[in-house]
Nanobody, 124 residues
Framework: QVQLVESGGGLVQAGGSLRLSCAASGRTFSNYAMGWFRQAPGKEREFVAAISRYGRNTYYVDSVKGRFTISRDNAKNTLYLQMNSLKPEDTAVYYC?????????????????WGQGTQVTVSS
């Protein structure tokens, strides 16, 4: 069992930045690829970014490439999402997730565990 707790969400103006964190507990953190998903009002949950177990590989949805950076600190059991140049369309609840591989999290949405989500609101 893995517990995931997101933090760092909030309200920012377009063009601003936020850094989301996801603290993991339970099973060994480095056993899992990690990722971020988001869900905007009235829309399906979508993949945002994923990172492999030791951070060697990362994947991003096209809409955030060049703006968002996913990273992890296995010694701290923590996943991060640095979000720069935020746009109103980034507004969503962001969810941390753990899964078997970063590639399948990105391509198939394969996840084993979810956090409770943190709200990100970007004003125009």
């Amino acid at each position: 069992q893995v517990q995931l707790v997101e933090s760092g969400g909030g309200l920012v103006q377009a063009g601003g930045s936020l850094r989301l964190s996801c603290a993991a507990s339970g099973r060994t953190f480095s056993n899992y690829a990690m990722g971020w998903f988001r869900q905007a009002p009235g829309k399906e949950r979508e993949f945002v970014a994923a990172i492999s177990r030791y951070g060697r590989n990362t994947y991003y949805v096209d809409s955030v490439k060049g703006r968002f950076t996913i990273s992890r600190d296995n010694a701290k059991n923590t996943l991060y999402l640095q979000m720069n140049s935020l746009k109103p369309e980034d507004t969503a609840v962001y969810y941390c997730a753990a899964g078997p591989t970063a590639q399948t999290m990105g391509s198939l949405g394969r996840t084993d565990y979810w956090g409770q989500g943190t709200q990100v609101t970007v004003s125009s």
